[in-house]
């Protein structure tokens, strides 16, 4: 059989949801230079970010009608996300980012 590479290629576990979020997450307000989490939301594919950014930590910089523009570091390059409200969520916590301690 051929090897596919399709976009959701080998998510079964990662895109599995363990229980449903509620709407308060499209409440939430977003500004530039917050910080939020990629958690893919298999259950809206539009906006959906591609499979290796999911957990990562990156900084908002734009905020769009329905999107936002996310900034997030991979290795030593800078990569830009567009992507729905739904596959974001605040972060709570402390900076893992050296540079951001500074």
């Known amino acids: 059989m051929p090897h596919y590479k399709g976009y959701r290629r080998k998510t079964r576990k990662l895109l599995t949801l363990e229980h449903k979020r509620g709407l308060s997450y499209l409440l939430n307000e977003y500004?530039?230079?917050?910080?939020?989490?990629i958690k893919i939301d298999p259950s809206q594919p539009k906006g959906m970010p591609h499979r290796r950014f999911h957990g990562r930590v990156g900084t908002v910089i734009e905020?769009?009608?329905?999107?936002?523009?996310v900034e997030v570091q991979i290795g030593n390059k800078k990569k830009t996300l567009?992507?729905?409200?739904d596959h974001v969520l605040p972060f709570q916590g402390e900076s893992l980012?050296?540079?951001?301690?500074?």
């Open 82 to 85: 567009y992507t729905r409200l």
């Open 63 to 69: 905020v769009r009608k329905r999107s936002l523009v």
């Open 31 to 37: 500004k530039p230079g917050d910080k939020v989490v």
């Open 97 to 102: 980012n050296e540079n951001d301690k500074k």
